[in-house]
Nanobody
Framework: QLQLVESGGGFVQAGGSARLSCTAS????????MAWFRQAPGKEREFVAG????????YYGDSVKGRFTISRNSANTIVYLQMNSLQAEDTAIYYC???????????????????WGQGTQVTVSL
């Protein structure tokens, strides 16, 4: 089993920064890929960033490239999302997901992930 818990959300002014954390417990050694997705009311879940254990590769959604950075600790138990230059359009619930090895093409697909956290709300004010 694998459990994921997100933290770090809150209210941020436009142009500001925030850092989210996803803490994993359980069978973390079976999770090659971890990622952040976000979902606003009435919208589909959107890929934000992903990172692999094998290869230590990172990927980003087009809307956050150059602004967000994903990272993890060496034990593969914490994944971070540093968010800079936040915009009102970044307002959403941010979810952490995890799965085993998947192709790089599948990393951005929410259906590829087996485990999810409860989410943390990020609200960016105008």
């Amino acid at each position: 089993q694998l459990q994921l818990v997100e933290s770090g959300g809150g209210f941020v002014q436009a142009g500001g920064s925030a850092r989210l954390s996803c803490t994993a417990s359980g069978r973390t050694f079976t999770s090659d890929t971890m990622a952040w997705f976000r979902q606003a009311p009435g919208k589909e879940r959107e890929f934000v960033a992903g990172i692999t254990w094998i290869g230590n590769l990172s990927y980003y959604g087009d809307s956050v490239k150059g602004r967000f950075t994903i990272s993890r600790n060496s034990a593969n138990t914490i994944v971070y999302l540093q968010m800079n230059s936040l915009q009102a359009e970044d307002t959403a619930i941010y979810y952490c997901g995890a799965t085993g090895y998947i192709s790089k093409e599948a990393i951005s697909r929410s259906m590829a992930y087996d485990n999810w956290g409860q989410g943390t709300q990020v609200t960016v004010s105008l």
